[in-house]
Nanobody, 127 residues
Framework: QAQLVESGGGSVQPGGSLRLSCVAS????????IGWFRQAPGKKREGISC????????FHADSVKGRFTISRDNANNTVYLHMYSLKPEDTGVYYC????????????????????WGQGTQVTVSS
């Protein structure tokens, strides 16, 4: 069964770091663009970062630019979201999703990701 599974969430103090993992099973992540999204309580799901399946170009929301990075490990069928200098407003459930072929630049619009979504991992930033 093809699926995405996120892990790595947890509780951290402001200024701390976390690395989230998005592991695919049943299909090769290398052929897909991958987006990371988060949803805070009472808010809409928003796009945070993505990596393209065309040339591995990456894009980040303004709110996380300079603090978050995204990378691939094709050998382990995994995409990572590296989060640094975390702020309380980064709190939420983080999801990864796959943008299917053909090769193209990724986008931060959740509705474009209509094939695979993970179940989410909670990130809480609080002192």
């Amino acid at each position: 069964q093809a699926q995405l599974v996120e892990s790595g969430g947890g509780s951290v103090q402001p200024g701390g770091s976390l690395r989230l993992s998005c592991v695919a099973s049943g299909f090769s992540l290398e052929r897909y663009g991958i987006g990371w999204f988060r949803q805070a309580p009472g808010k809409k799901r928003e796009g945070i970062s993505c990596i393209s399946n065309s040339d591995d170009s990456t894009f980040h929301a303004d709110s996380v630019k300079g603090r978050f990075t995204i990378s691939r490990d094709n050998a382990n069928n995994t995409v990572y979201l590296h989060m640094y200098s975390l702020k309380p407003e980064d709190t939420g459930v983080y999801y990864c999703a796959a943008l299917p072929p053909p090769p193209r630049l990724c986008v931060l619009w959740p509705n474009a990701y209509d094939e695979y979504w993970g179940q989410g991992t909670q990130v809480t930033v609080s002192s």
